[in-house]
């Protein structure tokens, strides 16, 4: 079993910044690729990005430019580092992870977090 945890949401002013984390713990090795997607208010999830395990990365366009994701040295944990926000990135943001990339990139993984929730606004 796979255990994520979302943190860094919140709200935020257009043009601004915020950096999403991804704990995972428990049977990580069964996990080769994670990523994110969103969901905003009265919308179908979305691909965000997504990363595997040999660094293999993918982006949606409406993010590219704006938002990276990484992991850190450890492999534990994955960030959203997103920039130049606008309103219509307000979403609740997902971590998830599976051992399928395909899987990953659908939206359709074995292993989700709770969410958290990203608000850009004046």
């Known amino acids: 079993q796979v255990h994520l945890v979302e943190s860094g949401g919140g709200p935020v002013q257009p043009g601004g910044s915020l950096r999403l984390s991804c704990a995972a713990s428990?049977?990580?090795?069964?996990?080769?690729?994670m990523g994110w997607h969103r969901q905003g208010p009265g919308k179908q999830r979305e691909l965000v990005a997504t990363?595997?395990?040999?660094?293999?990365?993918n982006y949606a366009d409406s993010v590219k430019g704006r938002f990276t994701i990484s992991r850190d040295n450890g492999e534990n944990t994955v960030y959203l580092q997103m920039n130049s926000l606008k309103p219509e990135d307000t979403a609740v943001y997902y971590c998830?992870?599976?051992?399928?990339?395909?899987?990953?990139?659908?939206?359709?993984?074995?292993?989700w977090g709770q969410g958290t929730q990203v608000t850009v606004s004046s």
């Open positions: 990363i595997t395990r040999g660094g293999r990365i």
């Open positions: 428990g049977s990580i090795f069964s996990v080769s690729a």
């Open positions: 998830h992870g599976d051992n399928s990339l395909g899987a990953v990139v659908d939206g359709r993984s074995a292993y």
